[in-house]
């Protein structure tokens, strides 16, 4: 029999018993334990050796060939294919990590072959409500021209009617007239930077922050100052130092469950925020875009709702952390005195939505869809976060630190200056292992090493995978066992 | 019997008998020979006066009561309702002509009751392929939950595969590579813009133009001089001299069916036109989202065909006037050199368009859906093209000029000043008509008054009434007969 050493499977796990087999497998090639053209045993050895049914074994097999790692030729036997094509590899990865470069990056990589990618802040594909939303497309769009006509730059009624009920969740009280539909929460940030900013104006961002919003900032000639966040969010004394050091526009803040970090705003810091913003006559942009998964206790209520008036906040939020990404379906909710300006813009911008899609989704909440969608998904994301800082805990150095996220897809690892290998990035991505260095999320580099991990994607096999092989890159002197990634051809962006 | 003058119903009309017996009656509110009030026949009655069945009579009425014309009261008998609430449409119609206020106007009295609209240019809803796309949602869609991912900024790579079908039906050579998907073309003239220009610079534009793209001038600083336009498209040496004065980032075009003229460039202008953006090294971005719609003989292939290297034109077209304006999907091909940059706006902007609804595109052009359509819909809009040049003819005082379209949805009125009553706009709306005033298309007045009249929408019936009315409107002393009109939420675009 060829030489293959599996771990006993574990029958009392929730993963298929083939699943586990692929999975151990599979890391072994990673790994390089199995080296291309590595003999594997017959299907019938396999099931022998772990006590399978030859179904079962037979099926592990098979999810590895689909997947590109193995090969079986009849007569010949199971063989090891992934080849050490370590230069396509390196050919396709940048070699700085700017924002922009590690967004293509990732994106270039996203559909390889068996790459456990952390690097992506998003919901699970597996776990989206798919069929059931496709259901609301037939009946009542089918046969309304009016959503295949130009839609409103405001975007459709009735979703703005549903869109009321998700704000109120989060304590927001608005009106279906004070709801803007946007593609995204990006194109909300693009609005509000367009509208409220000159070319070579100062805003503040925390640091680290949404990539996304570095990107636009950039993308409008905006010059971006980072304010550190700790633990409990953003430090208001360094916050109110870079205000009048810098009579920024606006600031962006992600007071719930922020990306990259997880951490949420302290509830003592936010009617202090709200004064400064006040004392300074200064914007605040609230990206509340995770506010509404969250693993542990109810989360504070969104920001906007120390501010009644509504004339301080900008608040911005989307159906794609919770629902779909795809839908492109974003909402804000503006200062009245701005509503015009933005909604100008935004017509200037791509004149509207697609209504068939806002309708689609307005049905969808309207059946009340929404609330148990989260209630199915909540518990696995937080099984995935629970076992990813259970992994952590056991695997990671003893120089790294890292957060402990309530809610969102994010958890933030720091390691200090000189204890991480130089090509961190790139060297996992050769174990087949994606996240997103850090130094896409800082607007200035702090002399430490930054990872943002995402665990919204992972079944906590993988994740557990994934971290005991970055664990071990971590070690001093760990070996480079290079694995075959197979390109994809689409560019995603990184969220 | 109660007074009502109708015209004998004419049976050789492909319009059915109790539709023209609607529309006669629902004209004669409009202009004010029935008002509030007025009783009509009894079904009976009505029915005997024309010679026709009891139940065309009765569907006839059916008719005008959905659409708030008329009330019938079991006992009291039929009568019109419609008020003469000209100060609502006052409040509604603000009191300039700015391309901004005007798309403001009409957007909020698009869905007015009864209104015949000429002012969007925009195929018929009715005509619309909704019903056989709806179902290219189905089987492919509702199980790839690629779809309902991030989309990559480019776009959906099955839709850019088929676009460069019908980039080929225009000429236009390209690779899927070579495609950018975009969220309408106006998206795209956004995109143009912010990448080429900064803040202040001039551009020049065609002198009437697209009135979005002035609003998208204008939303992004830029300065736009106009370049007059007769029958044989731009005049070229007044481009020239406008070259040579303002040395502006680019020439924004519409070579075939433009809007709102529906002129085409003449073929011996077309050779000129590429030398002078070579020789004063100038961007020409091309708008060709009319041109698949022609009406007569085969148009001109895309200006883009002169230019093989593709250094010098920027191509722009969408699916919204050839098949649904909703779906919200343009595309354009750009100078290899500004892919990068465009594509980085792009991201930032909204980071992609859905992936759904783009998949959906993708299949109905795959499965050779697209061209059938076209062929069905050109002779109906080449039908109500005819109509409107009929009736033009017929009812147009003496003093007006207009053109004479060969494709597109868009002619072009132009009255001397002094001929037209200063308020034509409001009423003509006050008596049920839309057109987007000319002002809206100019980057500065001529001292004429023009109208624009778009055909696409209204059967040929509902043209001949329109035009009629309008007829009536610019004879000496019309009189103001207002007609009651009732108000949608929605605000539309104007295009």
Redesign the interface.
């Known amino acids: 029999m060829p030489a293959i050493h599996l771990e006993t499977i574990d029958r009392t796990l929730k993963t298929p018993l083939y699943l586990q087999i692929a999975e151990q497998i599979r890391m072994q090639i990673s790994d390089g334990r199995l080296p291309v053209g590595t003999q594997l045993p017959t299907v019938r050895e396999l099931a022998a050796l772990l006590g399978v049914t030859r179904l079962t074994a037979q099926s592990g097999y098979r999810e590895l060939q689909s997947g590109g790692w193995i090969e079986s030729t009849v007569g010949r036997g199971t063989f090891v294919i992934a080849t050490t094509d370590t230069d396509a590899v390196r050919a396709m990865v940048g070699h700085d990590h700017s924002p ?1 470069q590690v ?1 293509r990056d990732i ?1 270039r990589l996203a559909r390889l072959t068996g790459l456990r990618s952390m690097a992506y802040a ?1 919901p699970d ?2 776990l ?1 409500p ?2 059931d ?2 259901r609301f ?2 009946h009542p ?3 309304d ?10 975007g459709d ?1 009735m979703l703005r009617v549903e869109l009321v009920t998700l704000l109120a969740a989060r304590g927001v009280a608005a009106t279906p007239d004070d709801v803007i539909v ?3 929460v ?2 909300g940030l ?1 609005l509000v930077t ?1 509208t409220l900013t ?2 070579g104006e100062t805003v503040l961002v925390e640091q680290p922050t949404y990539l ?1 919003m570095l ?2 900032l ?3 000639g905006a010059h971006a100052v980072g304010v550190p966040v700790d633990d409990g969010g953003v430090q208001l004394d360094a916050l109110e130092a870079a205000i009048r050091q810098h009579h920024p526009r606006f600031f962006y803040t992600m007071p719930a469950f922020q990306n990259p970090t997880g951490v949420c705003l302290a509830p003592e810091r936010r009617a202090r925020l709200l004064a400064l913003a006040e004392q300074y006559d200064l914007y605040l942009i609230e990206d509340d875009i995770y506010g509404a998964l969250a693993y542990d206790s109810k989360p504070e209520p969104a920001l906007r709702t120390l501010d009644p008036d509504g004339a301080r906040i900008i608040y911005l939020s989307s159906l ?1 952390k919770v629902l ?5 379906i974003g909402y804000m909710v503006v200062p009245p005195h701005l509503r015009e300006a933005i909604l ?2 935004r ?11 806002q309708r689609a989704a307005a049905h969808f909440l309207h059946r009340g869809r929404f609330k148990p969608h989260i209630e199915r998904v909540t518990p696995k994301y937080r099984e995935r976060r629970d076992e990813l800082l259970r992994v952590m805990a056991q695997r990671m150095p003893a120089f790294a630190r890292w957060t402990k996220p309530h809610g969102g897809f994010s958890l933030w690892v720091t390691l200090p200056a000189g204890c991480a290998p130089l090509d961190l990035h790139h060297r996992a991505l050769m174990h087949g292992i994606a996240f997103t260095p850090g130094e896409a999320f800082m607007v200035e580099p702090d002399g430490q090493t930054h990872l943002r991990l995402c665990f919204g994607g992972l079944q906590p096999e993988l994740i557990r995978e994934a971290i005991t092989i970055l664990g071990r890159l971590l070690e001093p002197g760990a070996a480079r066992s290079p694995v075959r990634l197979r390109a994809g ?5 990184v ?1």
Chains 1, 2 share one sequence.
């Open positions: 922009d967004m994106s998003e594909a597996a989206w798919g069929a939303f496709m497309f037939q769009a089918a046969n021209s009016a959503l295949m006509q130009y839609g409103s730059a405001q009624e946007t593609s995204g990006m194109q693009s367009a000159h070319p996304g990107h636009v950039s993308s409008y794609s779909i990404p795809g839908l492109r100008y813009r017509q200037a911008m791509d004149l509207s939505g697609p209504p068939l899609l051809v689409d560019e995603r962006p969220v």
